[in-house]
């Protein structure tokens, strides 16, 4: 989701997560996988709840589930029409899409809602499935993560073509088989992705 479908903005998660008080939170958030209580919770080995208690303990005072929320989605930079259209485009043409994410329930607290678009639609719109790492309890690169997917879906690795702005992620799935194509984060991946379709 992140790097393809939205813009991230890492130091803005970065400047909020601060603004709650956790002075080193340029230590836990990465652009592409989290340490700490982070990424606890995006390996979903934390709950959202248990995150929030633990990030109140460590700031040293009571974080609400709606500052959480903010924070995380200090990742979120824009969400480019034109990707969403190309999403349908594909949709249309008969081409299966599947999320894999990295990502975490105050994220998809708004992924899944009418907030998503700013036209009512929610992510789920978009995709045919979801592929959550807090739901899967586990997180790209893992080379399991993308096992699970493959035989979820009862697909062969050739038959696919991973779009990942994260080069260690694309090279793991590379490494299975899988097509991949890796633009850089906010670049329009849109103009190029039916090259590697063909």
């Given at each position: 989701?992140?790097?393809v479908?939205?813009?991230?903005?890492?130091p803005?998660?970065i400047?909020?997560f601060?603004a709650l008080?956790?002075?080193?939170?340029a230590?836990?958030?990465?652009?592409?996988?989290?340490?700490?209580?982070?990424?606890?919770l995006?390996?979903?080995?934390?709950?959202?709840?248990?995150?929030?208690?633990?990030?109140?303990?460590i700031v040293?005072?009571?974080?609400?589930?709606s500052?959480?929320r903010?924070?995380?989605l200090?990742y979120?930079a824009?969400?480019?029409?034109?990707n969403?259209?190309?999403?349908?485009?594909?949709?249309?043409?008969g081409?299966r899409l599947?999320?894999?994410?990295?990502?975490?329930?105050y994220?998809?607290?708004?992924a899944?809602?009418?907030?998503?678009?700013g036209?009512g639609h929610?992510?789920?719109d978009?995709f045919?499935?979801?592929?959550?790492?807090?739901?899967?309890?586990?997180?790209?690169?893992d080379v399991?993560?993308?096992?699970?997917v493959?035989?979820?879906?009862?697909?062969l690795?050739?038959e696919?073509l991973f779009?990942?702005?994260?080069a260690?992620?694309t090279?793991?799935a590379?490494?299975?088989?899988?097509?991949?194509?890796c633009p850089?984060?906010?670049?329009?991946?849109?103009?190029e992705?039916?090259?590697?379709?063909?």
């Open positions: 989701m992140g790097g479908v939205i813009t991230l903005c890492q803005e998660a400047r909020r601060a008080g956790l002075t080193d939170a230590d836990y958030l990465d652009q592409y996988t989290q340490g700490g209580i982070f990424g606890k995006e390996e979903g080995s934390m709950s959202a709840e248990d995150f929030r208690n633990e990030l109140s303990r040293g005072r009571e974080i609400t589930a500052e959480c903010h924070a995380w200090g979120r824009e969400l480019p029409a034109r969403l259209d190309t999403l349908r485009r594909l949709r249309a043409e081409y599947l999320l894999l994410s990295n990502t975490n329930p994220m998809m607290d708004w899944l809602s009418s907030e998503f678009d036209n929610s992510i789920n978009y045919d499935a979801l592929y959550l790492s807090y739901q899967m309890r586990a997180m790209k690169p399991s993560f993308f096992r699970m493959l035989e979820k879906e009862n697909i690795p050739e696919c779009v990942d702005d994260g260690r992620n090279a793991v590379s490494s299975l088989g899988i097509k991949t194509f850089e984060n906010g670049s329009d991946w849109t103009q992705i039916d090259k590697y379709l063909k």
